[in-house]
């Protein structure tokens, strides 16, 4: 039996059953409580047991629970600045504030209303069951099993996941073809007009003239239509695609948990289309400029930057 808190109620039945001379034990099982619980209490009151005074002591202690609390002037102005720039307490912990406090005091001190913001800045992951893909299939060149081993063990710098985030179904065709590098975790999202191999194929040209073929060696994707321009890509680009299993979103993780970031900005009841690019851009700025854990709490940004320089 586990240990509860007793209330006046209970103590109430400790004091008459104590009266009328039953056992610590035999009082423990009529009130359904443990019964080092109920030695406990008694051992608390020295002589009679009162109900009224045990009720008085035990909200008195209660009142004096917990530490003084750690929360300063500035380290508020620095965890809710890091928190308006959509960091999360847990980045914030683990790239400024290691050793110094917990993550969750963070969202204990939000919820208890001692910071100067509010749950909304808190971000949420969780998503849907994904839609079935209904617009038919086409025939692969590679699948993931063919992949080579470096792009698995994330070791090396090149290596993309490519999808599609589309606006509400029925409502609009505007969407957004979206990249995630493996190593380092940088993402990057370009508009489109519809969710055509054409259109994906011109993103993934735009990407290429930003970025080169020598920062692009490998892309895996779904088996999304629009990537039936996988020949052309390799033709005129020299990168391979590999296809991940048909749903099997977790063979393509980093990309997933992008596109949840980026859906913090842009819910799917939004019409992509009428997004400007500036508030794409701006999205992505904060994106990639968040530390990371899986990175030892460095941001994307800095890690591409890194292996830019190594490539120089």
């Known amino acids: 039996m586990s ?14 059953l104590r009266k009328e001379g039953y056992s610590v034990r035999r009082i423990a099982n009529l009130i ?6 109920v030695a406990r209490e008694l051992n608390r009151m020295e002589g009679e047991y009162l109900a009224v005074k045990a009720q008085q002591l035990a909200t008195a202690k209660s009142a004096n629970k917990g530490r003084p609390l750690k929360l300063t002037p500035q380290l508020a102005a620095l965890i809710e600045s890091r928190l308006q720039q959509t960091w999360s307490p847990e980045q914030l912990v683990g790239a400024e504030l290691a050793g110094v406090l917990s993550f969750k005091t963070i969202y204990s001190w939000i919820h208890r209303g001692f910071l100067a913001v509010t749950e909304k800045v808190l971000r949420r992951k969780g998503k849907k069951p994904s ?23 994330r070791e090396v710098f090149g290596h993309w996941e490519l999808d599609t985030m589309v ?14 590098e493996r190593k380092t975790r940088f993402y ?30 490998t892309f895996t994707v779904d088996r999304g239509k629009e990537f039936a321009c996988c020949e052309q890509v390799e033709t005129k680009f020299g990168i391979p695609m590999y296809f991940a299993d048909a749903y099997a979103a977790w063979q393509r993780g980093s990309n997933e948990n992008s596109n949840g970031l980026l859906r913090e900005f842009f819910p799917k009841k939004t019409d992509l289309a009428k997004v400007t690019l500036d508030e794409l851009t701006n999205a992505l700025m904060l994106i990639n400029n968040r530390p990371r854990k899986c990175l030892g709490f460095k941001t994307p940004f800095d890690m591409l930057k890194h292996e830019i320089r190594k490539l120089i």
């Open 3 to 16: 240990y509860i808190h007793l209330t006046i109620e209970k103590r109430s039945q400790i004091e008459v």
């Open 32 to 37: 359904g409580v443990h019964h080092s619980t």
């Open 131 to 153: 839609t079935q893909e209904t617009r038919g299939r086409f025939s692969v060149e590679r699948t993931i099993k063919e992949r080579p081993q470096e792009v698995e063990d």
């Open 167 to 180: 606006s509400s179904r029925g409502k609009s065709k505007g969407c957004l073809a979206t990249f995630v």
């Open 188 to 217: 990057v999202a370009i508009k489109m007009d519809n969710r055509t191999k054409e259109s994906m194929f011109t993103a993934i040209n735009s990407l290429h003239s930003t970025l080169t073929s020598k920062l692009l060696k």
